[in-house]
Each structure stands twice: as structure tokens, then as C-alpha cells.
T-cell receptor, first 115, second 113 residues
Framework: QKEVEQNSGPLSVPEGAIASLNCTYS??????FFWYRQYSGKSPELIMSIYSNGDKEDGRFTAQLNKASQYVSLLIRDSQPSDSATYLCAVNPSNYGGSQGNLIFGKGTKLSVKP | NAGVTQTPKFQVLKTGQSMTLQCAQDMNHNSMYWYRQDPGMGLRLIYY???????DKGEVPNGYNVSRLNKREFSLRLESAAPSQTSVYFCASSEGRLNTEAFFGQGTRLTVV
């Protein structure tokens, strides 16, 4: 069973701090990795994608991937109250088996940024 | 650009009733998906359509059927609704299934009483 694990939180950080969200996955052959943000009562919104080892930066967001450790993280710099949401990690597993190519989602980490 | 559009946004059904959730995308994507989201369970895949003309079961297909009407539209049908199907349903689409980003509709909140 391919799995994606996230700490459910809540993770509470003060405004202006760095929020660090972590995700581990079980399928070593996974190909691509995504972070979605979901506000309460809304649909998931794609904020970052990463495909190779290392860091990828987009504004205040940095995604980090370490395939050897099967670990992907999301850093949010200068956190704002508007960043308060649940963050979902999604992994596209390796190309074998009946479900190849379908994203596997973690259960999400709830982030709260306090003013 | 509307992206992925779902209807209805809210629905209350009585046990045993049937209904169809509609989904359409205007991004010319090949693949479409239906998920359900329940508290503590995360997003679970019900059915998917890798390309026009094909549909396959996901993780939790029991009690549901789907139709890929054309490249744009992918519907989810509940033939005989049960309280266990109370959930938030999301439709999503992606350009392909491998290594591509998925985009979600706004969701349908379904309550079965």
C-alpha cells in the first residue's frame, strides 16, 4: 500500500516566522510531488510542484525534495495570517501497478499563523 | 477561464435516492478524477478517467458509477444513496496522469439523511 504521511498538526507559528511542513512517502519510485493549500470549506489549490532533488523556490514558498530519504517539505517564509489553511502533500507514485499515475494524498497539516 | 466546474455545490438526499454530480473542465485536459473528502480520511479517489472513453476504479468505488461523456465532462452517479456517502466530493483534472498537476473544482457538499 503506497502511503503519504503528514503530521496533522495543528502547527502554530507567529506572523513573520518560517512555517515548516513535512511529508514522507513510502513508494521509493515516486516521480513527482505537489503541495496543495486548502482553506476551510474550499477546494485544494495547487501551490508548488517539485520533480527533482533539491529546493524549488516560488515567492515566499520553498519546496524541498530528498528522494533518498523519501521526504518532501514546504517552507513558508514570512508567514501571514492568510497562510492559515490545511496543506496537503500529494505524490505521484512510480509507473507500475493498476493505480499508476494517480496522485496519493496525505491527510494534511493544519497551519495556524497567529498575528 | 473557469477551470473545473462542478454542480451542484450543495445537495441533501434521502437514503435510497439517486443523483448525478456533474463536472466539466475547459483546460483541454485528458484525465479527470472524482475524489471524496471526509474528516480524518483525507482525499480518496473514487473513479478516474485517464482519457476520453476510459474509466477505472479508484480506492473507494463501491456505490458509485461514472461516465466520461466527452473530453470535457465527467459525471459521478449515486444510484441508491446511503448515509455513508455523506461527504464532500471534488472533481479534478490534469493534462495527463503521469507527473502532471491536478486542478480541482469547487466541490459538492452532499448530505444523505
Amino acid at each position: 500500500q503506497k502511503e503519504v504521511e503528514q503530521n496533522s498538526g495543528p502547527l502554530s507559528v507567529p506572523e513573520g516566522a518560517i512555517a515548516s511542513l513535512n511529508c514522507t512517502y513510502s513508494d521509493r519510485g515516486s516521480q513527482s510531488f505537489f503541495w496543495y493549500r486548502q482553506y476551510s470549506g474550499k477546494s485544494p489549490e495547487l501551490i508548488m510542484s517539485i520533480y527533482s532533488n533539491g529546493d524549488k523556490e516560488d515567492g515566499r514558498f520553498t519546496a524541498q525534495l530528498n528522494k533518498a530519504s523519501q521526504y518532501v517539505s514546504l517552507l513558508i517564509r514570512d508567514s501571514q495570517p492568510s497562510d492559515s489553511a490545511t496543506y496537503l502533500c500529494a505524490v505521484n507514485p512510480s509507473n507500475y501497478g493498476g493505480s499508476q499515475g494517480n496522485l496519493i494524498f496525505g491527510k494534511g497539516t493544519k497551519l495556524s499563523v497567529k498575528p | 477561464n473557469a477551470g473545473v466546474t462542478q454542480t451542484p455545490k450543495f445537495q441533501v438526499l434521502k437514503t435510497g435516492q439517486s443523483m448525478t454530480l456533474q463536472c466539466a473542465q475547459d483546460m483541454n485536459h485528458n484525465s479527470m478524477y472524482w475524489y471524496r473528502q471526509d474528516p480524518g480520511m483525507g482525499l480518496r479517489l473514487i473513479y478516474y478517467s485517464a482519457s476520453e472513453g476510459t474509466t477505472d476504479k479508484g480506492e473507494v468505488p463501491n456505490g458509485y458509477n461514472v461516465s466520461r461523456l466527452n473530453k470535457r465532462e465527467f459525471s459521478l452517479r449515486l444510484e441508491s444513496a446511503a448515509p455513508s456517502q455523506t461527504s464532500v466530493y471534488f472533481c479534478a483534472s490534469s493534462e495527463g496522469r503521469l507527473n502532471t498537476e491536478a486542478f480541482f473544482g469547487q466541490g459538492t457538499r452532499l448530505t444523505v439523511v
